[in-house]
Nanobody, 126 residues
Framework: QLQLVESGGGLVQPGGSLRLSCAAF????????IGWFRQAPGKEREGVSC????????YYADSVKGRFTISRDNAKNTVYLQMNSLKPEDTAVYYC???????????????????WGQGTQVTVSS
């Protein structure tokens, strides 16, 4: 089955770190741009970070710049989101997505994207 599977979420104290993983099954991530999105209860979905398959260029939302790092390991068919200095406002369900169009990925409308994962919960609380 062709799918993206996120993992690595959990409960962490403010100031802590987590690393999310996004693994592809049934297809190769090499040809896809990958993005991380999040949605907290009662809030709109937010694009967190993207990485291009063409040149590895990255995008970060202002809210996470300097704290989150996106990376890809094509040999493992996996993309990571390293999250440091976590804040309570980072609490959300985090989703990864893949698309051949970087522009479509930046817009981040799930129904238009090639692949969208099931999400992993991140809770930042003391």
């Amino acid at each position: 089955q062709l799918q993206l599977v996120e993992s690595g979420g959990g409960l962490v104290q403010p100031g802590g770190s987590l690393r999310l993983s996004c693994a592809a099954f049934g297809f190769t991530l090499d040809y896809y741009n990958i993005g991380w999105f999040r949605q907290a209860p009662g809030k709109e979905r937010e694009g967190v970070s993207c990485i291009s398959n063409r040149d590895g260029s990255t995008y970060y939302a202002d809210s996470v710049k300097g704290r989150f790092t996106i990376s890809r390991d094509n040999a493992k068919n996996t993309v990571y989101l390293q999250m440091n200095s976590l804040k309570p406002e980072d609490t959300a369900v985090y989703y990864c997505a893949a698309d051949t169009s970087y522009g479509r990925l930046r817009v981040g409308e799930p129904s238009t994207l090639d692949y969208w994962g099931q999400g992993t919960q991140v809770t930042v609380s003391s």
